[in-house]
């Protein structure tokens, strides 16, 4: 049995639940809770939201939503052995915390472990050309920080075919030796 | 009226950080307030620095300068050009973030209208536009085109500027982890007609993400191990059929 893991890290309200119920074949085990302060939706995430990808018979993707914050760093311990992508979603609209995004990377280290990283946007849908020239500067420099060469893509979530894209864009990354 | 073009660093974190935060609000705010000023130009960013080209009333510009030295999530400051000019270049676009002065005309313009000025700079402004703009970055395809070339891209494009579309996501894939020759990418099928491959390839140059190779030195894709193969292929199934 081949099974792998696409860790989709983001803050709170990034889309990280609604991802993975858009991407996944089981219905998603959630561990969401009622908010108790105003973080503009009623539930939000307090670890880990798993869903699965049956390939064949034999291989598996399994798709592991985690928090952003680095408080929540003991839960990356749990996702980080044999994975397959790493995709950090990103909510526009408000400031990214560099800070924790820049611990992340550092945690995770896709750049020395070869894993396909890819940084999705979210809520974006009304957002003008050039703010999202200046988003993707402001990431495409933390990146450039991890000497790290990877997509910033525009997704939405609850769109499956714009979810899956995603996929498509891991294993193109994961695949580009092969052709 | 008048122009002025400073190259300013951006501070760093106390982690060692250098991240423009707070690009996105910059833009919008100053698309705002120059309107409010007509002070027009452009703003880039590039290897932990800013250029701003500021045009408008002198005393509109010198004001908003002199509030801009004072910002600070930027510091060393260094004026690069200021001049008088009797119309702006940029006034159809407000104040534009602008990825790469290098390729935008206009900025070009400018820049050989003041050759004098721009040659009589010190070897540390000379050194800090070269960030910015330096015709000599890249080998331009123009003259020759793409054929016998190797290709490799720096970084993933700016979507904004291209096509999120699956054609696209895979040639960056390809260009981003290894050297390939054109002619492979033409010869594979999978990039549409030659002409295709090349509008696609020529925005790439724009962005100033793509190096071309002309020493004609034949390259080899490298391979991956069979259990990554085996699973590449099955997701690659899987999404055909998600389809």
């Given at each position: 049995m081949v099974y792998r893991k696409l860790a989709i890290i983001g803050e709170v309200g990034a889309g990280k639940t609604r991802l993975i119920s858009s991407m996944s074949e089981i219905q998603p085990f959630e561990t969401e809770a009622e908010s108790s302060i105003d973080i503009g939706k009623k539930y939000t995430t307090v670890g880990i939201d798993y869903g699965r990808i049956s390939l064949s018979e034999d291989s598996a993707l399994g798709l592991y939503g985690v928090p952003g914050q680095e408080r929540y760093s003991f839960l990356w311990e749990l996702v980080k052995e044999s994975l397959w992508g790493l995709l950090v979603l990103v909510k526009y609209g408000e400031e990214p915390n560099y800070q924790n995004l820049n611990k992340l990377l550092t945690f995770f280290?896709?750049?020395?472990?070869?894993?396909?990283?890819?940084?999705?946007?979210?809520?974006?849908?009304?957002?003008?050309?050039?703010?999202?020239?200046?988003?993707?500067?402001e990431i495409q420099a933390i990146l450039e920080h991890h000497k790290l060469v990877a997509p910033v893509l525009y997704v939405d979530p609850r769109n499956k075919e714009s979810a899956t894209s995603l996929l498509h864009v891991i294993n193109s990354i994961n695949g580009s030796f092969s052709a | 009226m008048k122009c002025i073009i400073y190259v300013s660093k951006v501070v760093a974190s106390g982690d060692g950080l250098v991240v423009p935060t707070g690009l996105s609000q910059l833009v919008r705010k100053s698309r705002r307030a120059n309107i409010e000023r007509s002070v027009t130009g452009i703003l880039s960013y590039r290897q932990g620095h800013y250029l701003q080209v500021l045009q408008g009333e002198s005393n509109e510009v010198d004001h908003l300068f002199s509030i801009i030295k004072e910002d600070r999530r930027h510091e060393q400051v260094t004026v690069v050009l200021d001049v008088s000019i009797s119309r702006p270049d940029f006034l159809d676009w407000g104040m534009r973030l602008s990825e790469s002065v290098n390729r935008d005309t206009r900025f070009v313009n400018l820049i050989s209208g003041n050759a004098a000025s721009i040659e009589a700079l010190g070897k540390i402004e000379q050194r800090l536009l070269k960030i910015f703009y330096n015709p000599e970055r890249f080998n331009s395809s123009q003259l020759k085109g793409y054929q016998d070339s190797n290709l490799m891209l720096l970084a993933w494009p700016?979507?904004?500027?291209?096509?999120?579309?699956?054609?696209?996501i895979e040639l960056c894939a390809k260009l981003t982890k290894a050297p390939h020759s054109y002619n492979s990418l033409i010869n594979s099928g999978h990039f549409g007609t030659q002409s295709q491959l090349d509008r696609i390839l020529e925005l790439f140059e724009k962005m100033e993400i793509l190096v071309i190779d002309n020493s004609a030195v034949q390259i080899d894709s490298p391979k991956v191990n069979r259990v990554e193969s085996v699973f590449f292929s099955k997701m690659k199934k899987f999404l055909k059929r998600a389809v």
């Open positions: 280290e896709p750049q020395n472990k070869e894993v396909a990283c890819v940084v999705g946007v979210t809520h974006c849908e009304n957002a003008s050309d050039q703010d999202l020239t200046a988003l993707n500067s | 700016d979507f904004t500027l291209v096509k999120q579309s699956p054609t696209v």
